[in-house]
């Protein structure tokens, strides 16, 4: 069954360090791979998706995620955080039949002055 | 512009009143998907479409009904029968296709009076 662990409910990171959200999944057939982010009382926004083809795979607001299949991982990492990046952000995978998405229990990024 | 409009942004309802949340799209998508949100808990699967006159039930489906008669709207009511009601409901919808992801509203908060 598919499934995604994001490792940390809360991570906090230094206005201008690097950001590392971890995910890791559980896939029974090619897995398709998203990140989303959410500000408070609004929805999810897609911040970039794997399908197939190049593991390192770029998306808005200067994060990246590079699928590595060997650790079944899906970490989002960002060079230099910035006070707007404070948020909750979900990893998800596709099922297997294509028609749903699992998402994980979500990551709060706080960033500190 | 397209995107899913999801009104009332907030609803209160009293004890043993049933509820209807509207979800509407102009995306020309054919998936539409409900999903709760409680803290800490990510997001939950109600119920999902793939086309019209046709549902299915996700994980936590009781006490909540649904209906598709068109392809742009996708209500969701929820009923007496469900005890604690007071969430966070979010819409999304998705293109056919396996990988596709999921596009979402921004969400009405139901509360109970």
């Known amino acids: 069954a598919q499934s995604v662990t994001q490792l940390g409910s809360h991570v906090s990171v230094s206005e201008g360090a690097l950001v590392l959200l971890r995910c890791n999944y559980s896939?029974?057939?090619?897995?398709?791979l998203f990140w989303y982010v959410q500000y408070p009382n609004q929805g999810l926004q897609l911040l970039l998706k794997?399908?197939?083809?190049?593991?390192l795979v770029k998306g808005i607001n200067g994060f990246e995620a590079e699928f590595k299949k060997s650790e079944t991982s899906f970490h989002l990492t960002k060079p230099s955080a910035h006070m707007s990046d404070a948020a909750e952000y979900f990893c998800?995978?596709?099922?297997?039949?294509?028609?749903?998405?699992?998402f994980g229990k979500g990551t709060r990024l706080h960033i500190l002055p | 512009d397209g995107g899913i409009t999801q009104s009332p942004k907030y609803l209160f309802r009293k004890e043993g009143q049933n509820v209807t949340l509207s979800c509407e799209q102009n995306?020309?998508?054919?998936?539409m998907y409900w999903y709760r949100q409680d803290p800490g808990q990510g997001l939950r699967l109600i119920y999902y479409?793939?086309?019209?006159?046709?549902?299915q039930k996700g994980d936590i489906a009781e006490g909540y009904s649904v209906s598709r008669e068109k392809k742009e709207s996708f209500p969701l009511t929820v009923t007496s029968a469900q005890k604690n009601p007071t969430a966070f409901y979010l819409c999304?919808?998705?293109?056919?296709?396996?990988?596709?992801?999921?596009?979402f509203g921004d969400g009405t908060r139901l509360s109970i009076l």
């Open positions: 479409s793939q086309i019209v006159n046709d549902f």
């Open positions: 896939s029974s057939v090619p897995p398709y």
């Open positions: 995306l020309n998508h054919d998936a």
């Open positions: 998800a995978v596709t099922s297997p039949g294509g028609d749903k998405i699992i």
């Open positions: 999304a919808s998705k293109i056919g296709g396996i990988g596709q992801p999921q596009h």
């Open positions: 794997y399908t197939t083809g190049a593991t």
